[in-house]
T-cell receptor
Framework: GENVEQHPSTLSVQEGDSAVIKCTYSDSASNYFPWYKQELGKGPQLIIDIRSNVGEKKDQRIAVTLNKTAKHFSLHITETQPEDSAVYFCAASLSDGNKLVFGAGTILRVKS | DAGITQSPRHKVTETGTPVTLRCHQTENHRYMYWYRQDPGHGLRLIHYSYGVKDTDKGEVSDGYSVSRSKTEDFLLTLESATSSQTSVYFC????????????FGDGTRLSIL
């Protein structure tokens, strides 16, 4: 079936450094790619998303890039802060237009 | 925050008992989803609904059933709970399906002993 691979599974960075999380997808018809942040004991929260007609999108310290040819997309967090520590999930829409498929998640730790 | 309430938030039960989890939304969104979250697997779709009385299976639907009799409520039932169904369950809502943002509730932690 369709799947999304996410790397790395864990990532430790020093406060102020950048963090990059990468995902690849298999369904060439995917056209919507959201990213979620999940804090302990909470549900995933949408932080940024991108559609297939756009190559890059930024929102303050967060950016997402999409390479449709290679079928991969990435989350970039600059000037990381301790409050960025969380689990991050990528997802891709499926061709039926009804569902998302999620990556396995990345645990990001920002050390102060 | 999207108006999504999951109940109960925590439940401990025994193998073989029926369990029903409830998701209630106040956003009048058409789509509702049930996911389970397990270490190393991310979020896996159990069932979803695209309207009142309209539901379909996800990738891990065995052992689960759902019902949606009103726009605002989506119920997930484990007819006879097994230890492999111990997990954290999340409900999500979306205005228009997989090509639109999904917003999640805070989850139900279910333990089956």
């Amino acid at each position: 079936g369709e799947n999304v691979e996410q790397h790395p599974s864990t990532l430790s960075v020093q406060e102020g450094d950048s963090a990059v999380i990468k995902c690849t997808y298999s369904d060439s018809a995917s056209n919507y790619f959201p990213w979620y942040k999940q804090e302990l004991g909470k549900g995933p929260q949408l932080i940024i998303d991108i559609r297939s007609n756009v190559g890059e999108k930024k929102d303050q310290r967060i950016a997402v890039t999409l390479n449709k040819t290679a079928k991969h997309f990435s989350l970039h967090i600059t000037e990381t802060q301790p409050e960025d520590s969380a689990v991050y999930f990528c997802a891709a829409s499926l061709s039926d237009g009804n569902k998302l498929v999620f990556g396995a998640g990345t645990i990001l730790r920002v050390k102060s | 925050d999207a108006g999504i309430t999951q109940s109960p938030r925590h439940k401990v039960t025994e193998t073989g008992t029926p369990v029903t989890l409830r998701c209630h939304q106040t956003e009048n969104h058409r789509y509702m989803y049930w996911y389970r979250q397990d270490p190393g697997h991310g979020l896996r779709l159990i069932h979803y609904s695209y309207g009142v009385k309209d539901t379909d299976k996800g990738e891990v639907s065995d052992g689960y059933s759902v019902s949606r009799s009103k726009t605002e409520d989506f119920l997930l039932t484990l007819e006879s709970a097994t230890s492999s169904q111990t997990s954290v369950y999340f409900c999500a809502i979306s205005e228009a399906g997989g090509n639109q943002p999904q917003h999640f509730g805070d989850g139900t932690r279910l333990s089956i002993l």
